[in-house]
């Protein structure tokens, strides 16, 4: 199938098939591309992605206006256009942002389902470990200097019941690929997920708000703590997120 390649000087090119990363004809509008394959040269950074997607706004206002509930991605044109800010890169050790496809395997009344979808989030160091954070509530001006990749592994894993115990089985392992319109899907559907900018904003008054940092940050620390002895990295990337917004860091 056809692929957009970003390359990582800004241009954007199609390619006749998946497996070539040549540069085989320039173009300069990701719109009609929905249903092709999307490829990152090493080291492309999101500006590049975000300013195709804004330059036919309105196209993508009405695909994805179930994502955007409302609000048009001219919202986020102002915080774009404003210099870059590297403050959540540096503060989180944000290495890139990552795409994967995640494949969610079901059992309901005897009947098996698995739901595919594809998710954003950066991708940081903590403890010497990569941890995955949420760019959900990060202004979108935040995210320019970022490289994207694209992981393409999947594993799907089924649960296993019995009398004793649980086993997690991983029933496949292989290779996917994104469109250009799961893609697009993604970044939509972090930055929006509160709404625009100032909603956004509210949102992490809201929640800091809501919290008595003084009794909550030694709680917090002990979680994080427990979270990286077990090893669950994702949970710790969140509580250690949510102890720097409270300690102002």
Known sequence: MKTVLFANDGKIFENKNYSTDTKEVKITSIKDKLGCYVKFEEGVMFKYIFNAILKDKEFFDQVYSEELEGYSLTAFEKEWKKKADVSYQKEFNIKYLEFNKIYDYYQIDEVEEIESFTIVSAVGNLESQDMKYSITLVPVNGLKQMPVKFNDNVNI??????????????????????????????????????????????????????????TM?????????????????????????????????
């Open 157 to 214: 894993y089924a649960v296993a019941n019995d009398d004793e115990k649980e086993e997690i089985i991983n029933i496949i392992k292989a290779k996917t690929k994104m469109t250009i319109y799961q893609m697009i899907r993604a970044i939509i559907f972090e930055i929006a997920m509160f709404g625009g900018p100032e909603q956004k904003k509210e949102k992490t008054k809201e929640f800091l708000k809501n919290i008595n940092a003084k």
């Open 217 to 249: 940050i030694p709680s917090l620390k002990t979680r994080l703590e427990e979270a990286i002895k077990s090893e669950n990295y994702e949970e710790a990337a969140e509580l250690k997120r949510i102890i720097d917004q409270l300690t102002g860091k």
